[in-house]
């Protein structure tokens, strides 16, 4: 009774059909029928099927709106569709028609312009066979069918890294613009799509995660990142203090070189103490692939490697007196000073020491002009004789200056010494101020 209960309350669970009626007689024996357990076994094979019949549904049927949904979605993409190829014959008939102007306006140029530049016009267009814009649309797909496919293919790519981004991929989204055909992706505009995104809580920085695939593609494609994208990227790579990324980019060679790119490095370097040696150090290679030798040289100054720096300035060969001059001014460097005014390797000074200590006295660099008189002073008059002896670049009047300038500082016996050695020379009279032609070596030539 209590079975007969339960079918009573529950009918719209569980309804046998006829068939189910015949099968079940067929299956029990009238015991059977009124046993609670058999009942009970008999219908859990009921559910059983139920649930294999329903699974069966889903694979084989989709609910009708997702089907009304698909079809919405192909009217809209064939409407997209049509305004596209439209778009495109428009703009391929404008392009042929600014090719028969470009083609008339030539000739035009090159004829003895009797004739008006518009019958000029309308004869290239007679030439070459101008149509509307189906004719022109379907002659240009129909000698090359390859370039439809390939627009296809590019817009493909376009939508799918649009669509990833809408969804918040941002990581498979930068793997997927590094990766593109012809780069297409590999822009500024993602680079701003990127930006749009900014930084996410609990997720790599999006933009970051993007130059990080299009460097690491770069070396696979055999050709650096543009100067442009370069510039960006080690701009982004440092605003996240990831100077590591830089340095394999730039070492692995994975990057286009220029000036802006090392500039870069250098700022960063200088405000960042710890990090600066190694920005001096990243920052001289990109100078020196781009030819850059008075930057380049700088950084080694910087970085104290001196001897180094000497080296460099008697390879090229290229550096001028005033190249010199502004190196000391960005690092005034005492030793720096000391070999470039100096023989060095049996070669004559580079510099003179006269005009540097002129020069450092112009620019407010005081204290260390005064540091090499100082040490010039020390030497005694032998030491400031040998070296005016030698200095083929500073003309008396200009030494006359340097003997003022030791007066107005304090350094009188070095004064003394430099006007009693101008007295000394043979040949040689007081000059005035206003005479730089006059050279401290003149007396040997005659």
Known sequence: MENLKFWQQSPQHWCITGKEQSNLKQSMILEESVNLDALNKYLKHLEDKYAEIKQLMSKKYV???????????????????????????????????????????????????????????????????????????????????????????????????????????????ACFAATSPRRILQNIGTVDKFKAVGKIKGRPFPLLSFFEAVFSTSHAHRRPVNAELTLEGIKCGLSEKRLDLVINWVTQERITYSEAAADVICDYGEQHAHSKAKCLALAQIIYNECGLNNKAVLCLCKQGQIHEAMEYIQQFKDFTSDDLMQLIQLCPHFELIQCLTKEWNGKPPLLSFGLAILYLFSVDMKKVGIKLLQEINQGGKDAIEQLMINDLFCCLGRWQEVANICLQNGFDRLCNDIMSILRSQAGVTEISEDDDTVNLMQHVFW
């Open 63 to 173: 609910p009708a709106q997702r089907k009304a949904d698909l079809e919405e979605e192909m009217i809209m993409k064939l409407k997209r569709r049509d305004v596209a190829e439209s778009l495109n014959k428009e703009l391929r008939f404008r392009h042929q028609r600014l090719q028969i102007i470009s083609y008339a306006l030539t000739s035009w140029l090159k004829s003895d312009k009797s004739s008006s530049f518009q019958d000029f016009v309308e004869q290239s267009e007679k030439t070459k066979d101008l149509q509307g814009d189906l004719g022109i649309g379907e002659e240009l797909c129909d000698e090359d069918p390859g370039k439809a496919k390939e627009a296809e293919l590019l817009l493909y790519y376009f939508e799918r890294f649009n669509e990833l981004i809408s969804l918040g991929e941002y990581e498979k989204a």
